[in-house]
């Protein structure tokens, strides 16, 4: 199910590339990856750094709301690589690695977040969920794009946590099943069932756009 | 909405769909899928809605994380490897930046834990090196300890303190302008003059400690799981969390006073407080003094390696999960670790630097004092 992570990769030199203007870069292998992050390469741990900062970020957002909150702890999960990478195992694959350590920091905060002030991680949740605007009113195929991303950013709020946890991996940050099951500590098995979960609430609460 | 009233589809056609919008299934598969969707055009509906949700939801992204200014602010924090013992990188120089465009530059230096360990063996070392005046961060003072030592230190404001050993202090140049900010990294008593106009403030990895007039401790090594502040005399406002000891930290918003005799634990499930016991335990090294209260053994040997810059190991896992009570006062290393290991039910082995801890009592082993255990230390285990 990994796709194997040795590959060639095209990779824009800047934001928005003109055509010419693209670098080719060797992705590592994974195991070298470590291997030379765990030798203190910091060349290494910068390309990972820039690799997965915003993704990651994107990730953790969706517990604590507020982006300057999750560049917080996302910037924790590398500084906790750094400072023990010695002893850095990586299992399977470092992508699960991650997002299962910024998963853990993430629901902690959220978690002390809630005990200190609830009112303030409820505004903090706008942030995240994009346009929190009206249910649209004319409801046919023809809608425009806007209202169906608000209605579907709506919906997936409405899903159970772990729910809406395994279809943004999977969908937003291309996780593959396996990758997800070690991200969660779960079972394979469960993830699909989330998966198939998520699809069938999020079909039936935006029927109204088929 | 006909399609509301097909069977719904199973849990692998959907599986199977998922994927082909993802395009991760293999040419065989995907023609299937198509000759699916071409058999069943009564599903069309619901697919084309599956579809536009896993497109979109693909879009839905909150705006892009900063990056860039991340990366120099980690990099600023990259220090080199502790672990390298041979002192092989003694100094190492970090430069960040140049990825076209405008560029940043940063530098940091910082003489590796091995080397400072060999150099000033017993001693205290206090060095003041100037760091991070060519970054964009700011610029501060760093003094260190090394393992077996105490260092006392007065800051330019008149407060005293004394860092413990293998403990990290980072000073502000600008120190004393706005807030009397420092970064700790291991433990410290501090004696604090009070000005109300300039708070004195304790950053931690996970914790602000704002004094209120005061002589407080705190303990924030690496390895410990949690953090301890201890007060001995007047008040302070500990704020707890991952990002409490970050600058950019709200401050006191979950803010908790202590009182002389109280000592807040902060750990990764918030902070709590202890009224009226642990701070002797907690100031114990401050005297010279080592002191454990039903304390994991982990943490014990994390506390004899910072003591008697020993690199300990404990052989027999069974061991890791017993607590350890004793207090010691000028005991040598062989002292403690021959109370400690009887409590336990154990033995040690020592060679150079290395000590090896495992079960079994057979008094054999390279113990240079198989007699009795100092009268001053009570040591005792309990089991978990």
Known sequence: MTAPRSVLRLEPASPTPPAADVRLTVVDDERNRVARIRAGDTAAFEALFREYFDPLCGFVVGYVGAMAIA??????????????????????????????????????????????????????EAEWVPGMGQPPESADAGVRTAEF??????????????????FLLRRQHGLSVNEIARTMGVTAKCVERQLTKAMHALRADLADFA | MNSSDLPPLSASELLRLERYFAGSLLPGEREAVERWLAAHPERAGEVALHRRIAETTAQLRPRPAGTDAAWSRVAGQLTPTQASG??????????????GGATRTGWVVRAGAGIAATLVIGASLSVGRVIGARSGRQPFREFASAPRSRTTITLHDGTQLMLGPASHLRVPLDFGRGEREVDLDGEALFTVVHDATHPFVVRTAHATTRDIGTTFVVRAYAGDGDERVGVTEGRVAVGGGPWAG?????????????????????????VAIAHGTGVATLTAWTQGRLVFDKTPLPQVVAELTRTFDLDIRVADSALVARSITA????????????????????????SGRVVVIRLGSAPTGGRQHPVAAPALATATSHPQ
């Open chain 2, 246 to 270: 970050q600058r950019s930290a709200q401050p006191a918003s979950t803010a908790t006073t202590l009182g002389a005799g109280d000592v807040a634990i902060v750990s990764d499930h918030g």
């Open chain 1, 149 to 166: 991303s608000d209605a579907l950013a709506r919906a997936l709020a409405r899903l159970p946590s772990r729910c809406r946890e395994t």
């Open chain 2, 327 to 350: 207090a010691f006062a000028d005991e040598s290393a062989d002292d403690v670790l021959d109370a400690i290991t009887r409590a336990l039910g154990a033995r040690y082995e020592r």
């Open chain 2, 86 to 99: 041979a002192g092989s990188r003694a100094i190492s120089f970090y430069r960040s930046g140049g990825m």
């Open chain 1, 71 to 124: 560049e917080e702890i996302v910037q924790e999960v590398f500084l906790r690589v750094w400072a023990n990478r010695a002893g850095w195992t990586v299992t399977d694959s470092v992508r699960s690695y991650l997002y299962g350590a910024a998963r853990n920091r993430a629901l902690n905060a959220r978690k002390r977040a809630h005990v200190a002030d609830r009112g303030h991680q409820a505004a903090a």
